[in-house]
């Protein structure tokens, strides 16, 4: 199915069926090997140009479509309409003081968002773009502040998924595009996804298979001047470095302005708490008496342990990346009372992995209400 307009077409069984496959069983708990064999699958769907001249359409009516980028799925709008940017918030139960990330076809749109581009931010973008970078700048004027949930500045990046640019180039104007969940929840990197997150709330949904990424773009922000990183992705800190001749900051649990630092964000709905190698006998152990744990590791399920399931998880951080969300989704369905993870090494490969599952994990915890997500 190229496109998919789920509301005409498919009922939700056949949707599930037709984007996931015949691994998707429902009997839960036997999850692990279903999932298991699912590992290596990717599909590649048609989008044809009929397709996006509707999704173009669409847009320019100020409907939502989602699409599919390199990193996870965004729920697009017409970044110039203020209605359709307002329609973004209303669909993903979003609070209005978290910005969007505009998405544009090219380098050369930047200009329209930004007066202030400074030279290492320009460097970034030509190493970078189209690819899972975003750029936070000075926003120039005209930016309107439901965009930017009312700061002066303004995120932008150039996909790289075909999709995204052919529906960019074809729009001939940019696109605002949060991942495409409920605010709080785990990204989507497959349509179905995208369906289970927002359902009606999305007037169609261009379906090009699984995000290769599967984790959300690195946020680099010049507010001041200077690189600093808001959010890590699948463009390292030592990339960026590299690229720039120079030390970059890191990424600090108290910045205020970037939600997606904030705890209990990118979380299945199943309580998620992480623990080391070492601590994982004793921590099932005394979890497992509170009812069935799910388990995900990067190792083979050592004999006797008392996981409910136990999924083993890919040893590679791209890989690992690439199925994680999707994972977590499945154990999350897994009706097990919590999902532990293994902790992922501390290297710099793994440092976005690492700080989605804290994320991630925020959720298993009493924190206070002002623990969100985006
Ligand atoms: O990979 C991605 O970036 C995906 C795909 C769809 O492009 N998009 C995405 O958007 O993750 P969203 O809205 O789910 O997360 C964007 C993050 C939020 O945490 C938001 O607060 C932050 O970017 N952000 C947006 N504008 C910002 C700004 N002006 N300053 C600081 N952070 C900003
Ligand atoms: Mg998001």
């Given at each position: 199915m190229p496109l998919v307009h789920w509301r005409d077409h498919v009922s939700s069984h056949e949707r599930r069926r037709k984007t996931?496959?015949?691994?998707?069983?429902?009997?839960?708990?036997?999850l692990a090997n279903k999932i298991a064999g699912t590992v290596h699958m990717s599909y590649k769907l048609e989008v044809t140009d009929e397709d996006i001249e509707q999704a173009v359409v669409l847009l320019r009516a100020g409907k939502l479509v989602a699409f599919p980028t390199e990193t996870v799925y965004g729920l697009g709008a017409d970044a110039s309409k203020v209605s359709a940017i307002r329609a973004v918030f209303a669909a993903k139960q979003r609070p209005a003081d978290h910005p969007l990330i505009v998405h544009l076809a090219d380098m050369a749109a930047v200009k329209h968002w930004t007066d202030v581009v400074p030279g290492e931010a320009w460097r970034l973008a030509e190493v970078?773009?189209?690819?899972p970078l975003t750029l936070v700048l000075p926003r120039a004027e005209h930016v309107p502040s439901e965009l930017t949930g009312g700061q002066d500045t303004v995120a932008l990046r150039v996909p790289s998924h075909p999709i995204a640019l052919r529906l960019l180039n074809a729009f001939n104007g940019a696109l605002v595009a949060p991942s495409a969940n409920r605010f709080g929840r785990l990204s989507p990197t497959t349509a179905a996804h995208v369906h289970d997150e927002l359902g009606d709330a999305v007037d169609l949904i261009l379906d090009?298979?699984?995000?290769?990424?599967?984790i959300e773009s690195t946020i680099v922000s010049f507010r001041q001047g200077r690189a600093v990183i808001l959010r890590p992705g699948a463009v390292t800190a030592k990339q960026i470095e590299d690229t720039l001749h120079s030390e970059i900051a890191v990424p600090t649990q108290s910045s205020p302005r970037v939600p997606g630092s904030l705890a209990s964000h990118y979380a299945p709905r199943t309580p998620l708490k992480i623990a080391t190698e070492d601590d994982m006998e004793n921590f099932l152990r005394r979890e497992s008496a509170n009812g069935p744990v799910a388990v995900l590791a990067r190792r083979n399920r050592p004999q006797g342990t008392r996981a409910a399931l136990w999924q083993v998880a890919p040893s590679s951080p791209t890989e690992y990346a690439r199925q994680l969300y999707w994972l977590l989704r499945r154990m999350d369905d897994a009706g097990c009372q919590l999902i532990v993870v293994e902790s992922v090494p501390e290297m710099p490969e793994w440092a976005a992995i690492g700080d989605r599952l804290m994320r991630a994990a925020a959720n298993g915890f009493d924190l206070a209400n002002e623990a969100t997500g985006t």
């Open positions: 996931e496959q015949t691994w998707w069983r429902n009997d839960r708990l036997d970078f773009w189209p690819g090009g298979g699984q995000c290769a990424i599967g």
